[in-house]
């Protein structure tokens, strides 16, 4: 099991920023947690004050109860480069009422992205908050949910694979409106009858190397997030990952045939 570092929950304002519409998000409990919200007007998002390359971060967020088709909740790591894009994702997809949520996760590296995976999350997430995490070091990037390891991106530079390992990325998130794709591929509208949609975050726990800063941090072996035990999955983790993608992935870019008649080369080399 991938063990967890004494969380360091932040205010929100410490590290964070507001991006866009900020009369759509409002700040709760001090500053501790805050709740976005999207309406016919707008949606909105925040970002990190700072980027980071290499390191840990982790928020706990509740999604939209009820009705959310057509709505995305999104979680992302990007490096704000235009080309040759790196960027780490999660992305909440909405549902109708009764239907399970899924999240796509997708990672670019040195610009090529395309990699989506879909997974259905085995519990309500509107219900409670729970903890959605992305680590990243050298060896590989585990995107977990409540600990549970739902994907993992290898670095095969090895075998000549990208691997995003040179740009910092700030930490994002967005609530909005994108019912052109996705609920059942655009089949499910939003619901305007049913806004204002909201969703919840705290527990904002960012731990890595922020940029600019010492150029010796990214490549210290001695950071908590490239131990030993961070290097791969141990056998507990590896069994609920294996356990998530047996039982609950519905979309895998490796084996969409038509999207990619030759199998991408990560996906040989093992994901």
């Excluded at 509740?62 to 040759?84: C, E, R």
């Excluded at 990243?136 to 691997?163: C, M, Q, T």
């Amino acid at each position: 099991m991938l063990s967890v570092a004494i969380a360091k929950p932040a205010t929100f304002l410490q590290d964070f920023r507001v991006t866009w519409s900020d009369s759509h998000i409002k700040q709760l409990d001090g500053g501790k947690g805050i709740q976005l919200l999207l309406d016919q007007n707008s949606g909105c998002g925040f970002a990190s004050k700072s980027q980071y390359l290499f390191g840990r971060v982790s928020m706990k967020i509740k999604l939209i109860p009820g009705d959310s088709a057509g709505t995305v909740t999104a979680f992302y790591m990007n490096s704000d480069t235009d080309q040759v894009r790196d960027e780490l994702d999660f992305e909440f997809l909405g549902n109708r009422t009764g239907q399970p949520y899924s999240v796509q996760t997708n990672v670019y590296a040195h610009g090529k992205g395309d990699r989506e995976q879909r997974v259905n999350l085995w519990f309500d997430p509107a219900a409670d908050f729970h903890t959605y995490s992305i680590l990243w070091n050298h060896h590989h990037v585990v995107f977990s949910v409540d600990e549970v390891p739902i994907r993992v991106y290898k670095n095969n530079e090895a075998k000549g694979l990208p691997f995003p390992k040179l740009q910092p990325m700030g930490i994002y998130s967005t609530l909005w409106e994108a019912d052109d794709w996705a609920t059942r591929g655009g089949l499910e509208k939003i619901d305007w009858n049913k806004a204002p949609f909201y969703a919840y975050y705290k527990d904002f726990d960012i731990e890595g190397c922020p940029a600019p800063g010492p150029s010796a941090c990214a490549s210290n072996p001695t950071n908590w997030w490239e131990g030993t035990g961070y290097q791969q999955l141990d056998a507990v983790a590896a069994r609920r990952y294996r356990w998530v993608r047996t039982n609950h992935m519905v979309y895998d870019y490796c084996t969409d045939k038509q999207r990619n008649p030759v199998t991408p080369p990560e996906c040989m080399a093992g994901i």
